[in-house]
């Protein structure tokens, strides 16, 4: 990751992902499905990678693959039954420099992972171990909760969610929600002074 790079995430890095969904016409959002299970905050270039349910052999063979600073965002499928993701991939992708992962599936090793310090997001969490057959691919655009994940797109996660900024559009969009957080905070002094919320977003009868 280059100089560049690391300045562009980082610019980023306390941008909420509710306020950047809003300033992209509420769109980019993952299903709510996709929930936090470790970590924090994230905010990385998407590395996209696609599995057959319930297999994760592609996702072993993608691994070497990963520059630092992305986020694997994975298309399992939605499947729910089986773990695509655990404490050993999570290793191997910190070796890497990866801050995290999002699946579109299920992952297990959830104190381990936590432990590790790993950001994590999913669609299930289960205990059932994985396959090993292949049949995937990487590097290419996905589907994941819903969104299209395209390689170097930024990946935003918190405790709402996950929203992803195209890649094209990252520039334009990042002064728009910190201009956005920066009014919230006077519409929030307005509101505790005793402003009511509709004469504030101007839908008073």
């Avoid at 929930?35 to 905050?41: A, K, L, S, T, V």
């Avoid at 986020?71 to 990866?98: C, H, K, P, Q, T």
């Avoid at 900024?165 to 920066?182: F, G, L, Q």
């Amino acid at each position: 990751m280059n100089e560049s790079d690391c300045g562009l995430l980082e610019k980023w890095r306390n941008v909420t992902a509710a306020t950047v969904s809003d300033c992209l016409g509420r769109w980019h959002a993952m299903d709510a499905a996709v929930e936090r299970r470790c970590g924090e905050r994230m905010v990385g270039h998407a590395f996209p990678v696609r599995v057959m349910p319930g297999d994760n052999l592609t996702i072993h063979e993608a691994i070497s693959s990963v520059p630092a600073g992305s986020v694997l965002v994975i298309d399992a499928g939605g499947y729910a039954n089986r773990a695509v993701w655990g404490e050993l991939l999570s290793a191997a992708a910190m070796a890497r420099g990866a801050v995290g992962v999002v699946v579109d599936g299920a992952v297990r090793d959830v104190s381990a992972q936590r432990e590790l310090g790993f950001g994590c997001w999913s669609r299930a969490v289960s205990p059932a171990g994985p396959h090993k057959s292949g049949g995937g691919a990487w590097g290419e655009p996905i589907s994941c909760g819903g969104t299209t994940v395209s390689p170097g797109d930024l990946v935003i996660a918190d405790e709402d969610g996950v929203v992803v900024v195209p890649a094209a559009k990252s520039d334009e969009t990042y002064h728009a929600p910190v201009d956005r957080m920066e009014a919230e905070t006077d519409w929030k002094a307005q509101l505790l002074a005793g402003r009511t919320s509709a004469s504030l977003l101007g839908i008073s009868k």
